[in-house]
């Protein structure tokens, strides 16, 4: 309990001379079928001084270390907080089609963007002068203030992301709102693949959420792939090469592959 406090500690230190900050994280890079999905949350200095993060916060981890049942719970909550609005909550996702055609590391980047963007769209961040007086009416009202907000994203920094941002290795372990987005981004997936269960029987998706069990293996020998699978890591887990692909994120130095 003493560590997870310190993700509340570790977010304040890292908010220091910004308005608000916002952690990113994502759930189902390492699967064989399903969409990957990332979650952004957002906390302010008030939030994290406040009631919720000093008396329920200890409940919130790294996604990988809670029970279903635990992540369920806190996600329940995140979601009541956002909707309170002590918190901003944005959930992004990259389908199959685009973990295909953009390889894992680009469809996490889009996943990623899009969870962003339910909070803040990137321009906000670009250093603006507002319109003087002799502007008119429509510059006036398309003006949007420069944000002052850190993002942290789990990881190291990624290149060519049109947020600017710090990484974060293992951040879901050291940073309460990168572990809410971690919570956020598991739950989502989770549920998705529960979905795609009923929609694509036989397969498992429920059980395993996508992931290369020995189950999803003779699934797969049994059945042949469905529309949902990732056809590359696929055919890498059936070789017995599968860490090779998810691995070609860490190719470009940017991300560290951790089994979820």
């Keep these: 309990m003493a560590k997870r406090r310190q993700l509340r500690g570790f977010d304040l230190k890292q908010i220091t001379g910004f308005d608000t900050l916002i952690g990113v994280d994502e759930a189902g890079r390492g699967a064989l079928a399903g969409p990957v999905v ?38 329940a909550e995140l979601e009541k907080l956002a909707a309170d609005g002590e918190i901003a909550l944005g959930v992004g996702r990259a389908e199959v089609g685009e973990i295909e055609s953009l390889n894992i590391l680009g469809a996490t980047k889009l996943a990623m963007r899009r969870a962003l963007e339910a909070i803040y769209p990137p321009e906000v961040f670009r250093q603006r002068e507002e319109p003087d007086l002799f502007a008119g009416p429509a510059a006036v009202a398309a003006f949007q203030p420069t944000v002052n907000c850190r993002v942290l994203i789990d990881g190291l920094k990624l290149r060519g992301f049109p947020y600017p941002h710090d990484g974060l290795v293992h951040g879901d372990g050291r940073s309460l709102c990168i572990a809410m987005a971690s919570v956020a981004a598991k739950v989502t997936r989770d549920r998705i693949m529960d979905a795609l269960g009923t929609e694509y029987p036989g397969y498992g998706f429920a059980k395993h959420k996508g992931y290369g069990t020995e189950e999803h293996r003779l699934a797969l020998l049994r059945q042949g792939r469905c529309f949902q699978h990732r056809d590359k890591f696929v055919r890498s887990f059936l070789e017995g090469k599968h860490h090779d692909v998810v691995g070609q994120m860490s190719l470009f130095g940017e991300e560290e592959i951790v089994a979820e």
């Excluded at 001084?49 to 200890?58: D, F, K, L, P, V």
């Design 38 to 75: 990332a979650g952004a949350v957002r906390v302010s200095r008030d939030f994290l001084e406040g009631r919720w993060a000093q008396t329920r916060a200890s409940k919130v981890n790294d996604s990988k270390q809670l029970t279903a049942e635990v992540r369920s719970e806190v996600a």
